[in-house]
């Protein structure tokens, strides 16, 4: 059986954003996934057009970081967003691709509203990006990503000790969902938010 390759991500950001992307691109490849990003994977000599088109081509999955530097400035990532977009278009209906990360509360540009967006800046937010990326690494076929030494995909939904109830009480059930270790304490929790409520579907 061949070898799995890592996901391959694609970090798409503005150039004001670059601090928050970085600590993304190093906890993304901390959990075991192929990261690419300009201040990392663009060489020396390189036309870093070719190359981040490139990169585009071959990626298993794009990260397209918004914050209210990146939607309000005209830029290269406004050109990433429509590559990414038109190379979106290629992929099969219902499957995950292009996911907006939001570094801040920042509304979506117009040509990104048909895709949920996900709030990198709180700790659900991250849950749900670590499971959407271990769902496309299923698909393609790569290699899992791992939290704290333990697959993704292992993130199971626990019910709590059943409680005990009095006569006529309603049944009711609580869920908690289980990651193997705090991912606050990871370096991609960033932002004086981290601890808001995520406004994505929960």
């Known amino acids: 059986m061949a070898s799995q390759h890592p996901l391959k991500i694609f970090v798409s950001y503005a150039s004001g954003d670059r601090e928050q992307a970085q600590k993304l691109y190093a906890y993304l490849a901390s959990q075991g996934a192929a990261p690419w990003i300009d201040t990392e994977d663009l060489l020396p000599g ?20 918004l914050s209210k530097k990146s939607v309000s400035r005209e830029g290269y990532v ?25 570094f801040e509360e920042v509304d979506l540009p ?11 800046f709180t700790e659900s937010g991250m849950r749900k990006l670590l499971k959407s990326l271990s769902l496309r690494a299923e698909k393609v076929g790569a290699s899992p990503l791992y939290v704290d030494g333990a697959p993704v995909a292992e993130i199971k939904r626990e019910k709590s000790p059943p ?40």
């Not at 390189?46 to 999955?61: C, G, M, N, P």
């Not at 406004?78 to 939001?102: H, V």
């Not at 117009?110 to 990198?120: A, C, G, K, M, N």
């Open 78 to 102: 406004q050109k990433e967003m429509r590559l990414a977009l038109d190379r979106a278009l290629e992929i099969p209906s219902g499957e995950i691709f292009l996911i907006p990360c939001r």
């Open 110 to 120: 117009y040509s990104l509203r048909e895709f949920q967006w996900v709030d990198i």
């Open 46 to 65: 390189q036309d870093w057009k070719v190359a981040i088109s490139q990169a585009l081509d071959e990626t298993d999955i794009v990260l397209l970081c």
């Open 163 to 202: 409680k005990r109830r009095t006569a006529g009480a309603s049944s009711s059930k609580n869920v908690e969902v289980h990651i193997h270790g705090n991912v606050s304490d990871s370096n991609i929790v960033i932002g004086d938010g981290n601890t808001a409520t995520n406004t994505s579907n929960d």
